[in-house]
């Protein structure tokens, strides 16, 4: 049970990183507490609470004239830890592929964890750490 559980919450990270990727507000809300908080290198050393710092990120415009660059991430080497029957840590590096401004394919990495909390019959995003590598 906790092994299926385990991978639903891998899967549930990809999908938020495809959200992410697509620049899917929607989707994205729908894995995300109203009330998460993170550390992430945009919000320089602050604790970031909510929602709107990120929804920011989502809104920017694509430059005129650009056509937006395809984005894959992929999660290596995940490991997920069972807090509680209810709360799972999911940590990783994750890999993010993209075109840079030449159009060469480049990939980046950076550290990643997620806290999930099960809120009624779904698994929600509550808290996340991400770090550049050093």
């Not at 809120?119 to 509550?126: E, I, L, P, S, T």
Request: overall charge neutral; aromatic content about 10%.
């Amino acid at each position: 049970m906790m092994a299926d559980t385990a991978k639903d919450l891998v899967y549930l990270s990809q999908k938020l990183l495809d959200a992410i990727a697509a620049g899917d507000w929607n989707a994205y809300r729908q894995f995300v507490a109203d009330d998460i908080t993170c550390f992430e290198p945009e919000a320089r050393g602050q604790l970031v609470e909510g929602l709107p710092f990120h929804e920011y990120y989502f809104n920017l415009p694509t430059p005129v004239g650009q056509k937006p660059r395809p984005v894959q991430n992929t999660i290596a080497s995940p490991v997920v830890k069972f807090l509680a029957p209810d709360v799972a840590l999911v940590a990783y590096v994750r890999l993010t592929q993209t075109l840079d401004d030449a159009g060469k394919p480049v990939t980046k990495s950076c550290e990643e964890t997620r806290l999930w909390k099960k809120q009624g019959n779904a698994w929600k995003h509550v808290h996340f750490h991400r770090s550049l590598p050093g």
